[in-house]
C-alpha cells in the first residue's frame, strides 16, 4: 500500500490542523493506521494509532486530549485531527500501516509498521 500525508502547515500556538493520509489499494481496511512524528534533532516518536475498525484508538501522552485520530475505509484515509497545538509539536508527521488480520488491535512499535508516507511538516509557532 502507497501512502501519501497531507495538510501540513504553519499555525499559531493554540490552533488546529488535520493531517489526512490517503491509501492506494483496495485492502486498506486490513490494516492498522499509526501517526508518527520526527522534530529536528530528535528520534521519530510514536503520536496515535487506530484499529482497522475504526473503534480503537491509543494516544502518546503528551498529545492525550487534543489529538484525535479517525478513519474513512470508504475513503482509504485516516485522519489526525490536531487541536490546542503547542510549539513543541513542531514535527514532520508520517502516517504508516501495519497488516492486521484482526480486529480491535493495534500496534505501537515503529518496526510493527509495514509500509510509510512521506511525511508532512508541521510547525507551531509561538
Known amino acids: 500500500v502507497q501512502l501519501q500525508a497531507s495538510g501540513g502547515g504553519l499555525v499559531q500556538a493554540g490552533g488546529s490542523l488535520r493531517l489526512s493520509c490517503a491509501a492506494s489499494?483496495?485492502?486498506?481496511?486490513?490494516?492498522?493506521m499509526g501517526w508518527f512524528r520526527q522534530a529536528p534533532g530528535k528520534e521519530r516518536e510514536f503520536v496515535g494509532v487506530?484499529?482497522?475498525?475504526?473503534?480503537?484508538?491509543e494516544y502518546a501522552d503528551s498529545v492525550k486530549d487534543r489529538f484525535t485520530i479517525s478513519r474513512d475505509n470508504d475513503k482509504n484515509t485516516v485522519y489526525l485531527q490536531m487541536n490546542s497545538l503547542k510549539p513543541e509539536d513542531t514535527a514532520v508527521y508520517y502516517c504508516?500501516?501495519?497488516?492486521?488480520?484482526?480486529?480491535?488491535?493495534?500496534?505501537?512499535?515503529?518496526?510493527?509498521?509495514?509500509?510509510w508516507g512521506r511525511g508532512t511538516q508541521v510547525t507551531v509557532s509561538s
Open positions: 504508516a500501516a501495519a497488516y492486521s488480520v484482526t480486529y480491535y488491535t493495534v500496534v505501537r512499535p515503529a518496526d510493527d509498521f509495514n509500509f
Open positions: 489499494g483496495r485492502t486498506f481496511s486490513t490494516y492498522v
Open positions: 487506530i484499529d482497522r475498525s475504526g473503534v480503537m484508538t
